[in-house]
């Protein structure tokens, strides 16, 4: 198996886009650890371990060689808005298990080329840096947004990668294409970005609503009527004029995007069962319940 074959195997999987690049420091100039200095993390403090492990994949498949970088579109039409706006990625079936079944069959099939390999499959859950590797591997750049930006796929999907000691033929990187378009900064509603590509996560919404599982009603900030998520950036960002739909494998059966999610506000059987099968099981119903309660009140 060439790289060609890999590529063509990922299409006939599923993926949107398929890239390689040379293993190596995932982040030279040291950008993570003066974002986690900063404390720019907020509350999420998974980013603040195995921080080698994100800055080096041959920590985490020694000899490594290649790292494939892999994206998957979540593209569809916003939901339904009433008082609770949510994401579009929170109303797809739980993407981490779509993800991760198809790098595993993509494992498989570099294995049967190279049984003796080492390839490891992650998604956004591993200590792996995945949009540095989309950018690394072509696929991608990362814009003013923070977001991984293709030209095909817009931003508006997920990404994976398989960590490999195999020495696959590497891509060149995709050259930056934002210009001087500032749209995303410009638009959040809470001023997250503290500049071009430096995002502030203790100021963003998406931070509160989805990674913030313990705060009370009242500890939160404004979320300007978001419930889950916020895509205020990504609406308004130019290249998001394209796109892929979304694979129907991504549907959920969830009626989350039901503008009368509010009666579930009263009703947390009705909430545990619309984010069942979705990414937001792992935010929880009780801090979904709290999140509304903070809008609405």
């Known amino acids: 198996m060439d790289a060609r074959a890999l590529k063509a195997r990922a299409a006939e999987l599923g993926f949107d886009a398929c890239g390689i690049a040379r293993a190596g420091p995932a982040d030279p100039e040291g950008r993570l650890r003066d974002w986690l200095a900063r404390e720019r993390h907020g ?15 041959e920590r985490v498949v020694p000899g490594a060689r290649s790292v494939v970088a892999l994206a998957m579109s979540y593209r569809r039409e916003a939901p339904p808005r009433g008082p609770l706006k949510v994401s579009r990625y929170v109303t797809a079936r739980d993407y981490h298990k779509v993800l991760r079944k198809r790098l595993r069959k993509l494992r498989k099939s570099i294995l049967e080329a190279f049984p003796e390999a080492a390839v490891k499959p992650s998604v956004d859950t591993s200590p792996v840096l995945e949009r540095a590797w989309a950018a690394r591997a072509g696929i991608a750049w990362i814009g003013k947004s923070c977001m991984a930006i ?24 995709m050259p930056d294409r934002c210009g001087s378009c500032t749209r995303c900064l410009d638009a959040c509603p809470t001023q997250a970005f503290v500049g071009p590509r430096e995002l502030d996560a203790r100021r963003c919404i998406t931070t509160w609503n989805v990674e913030e599982r313990t705060r009370g009603v009242e500890a939160l900030p404004e979320l300007h009527g978001w419930l889950a998520g916020c895509d205020v950036c990504q609406e308004v960002c130019p290249w998001n004029k394209f796109g892929v739909e979304a694979d129907p494998e991504l549907e959920a059966q969830s009626e989350l995007s039901w503008p009368t999610i509010q009666a579930c506000v009263q009703d947390p059987e009705r909430l545990e069962a619309l984010i069942r099968g979705t990414a937001l099981q792992r935010t929880g119903a009780s801090a979904l319940r709290r999140n509304a309660l903070r809008i609405l009140r």
């Open 43 to 57: 509350p999420m403090d998974y980013m603040a371990r195995n921080v080698a492990e994100r800055e080096d994949v």
């Open 150 to 173: 293709s030209p095909r796929l817009g931003t508006y999907s997920f990404l994976g990668t398989l960590i490999t000691d195999v020495g696959f033929e590497a891509d060149e990187p």
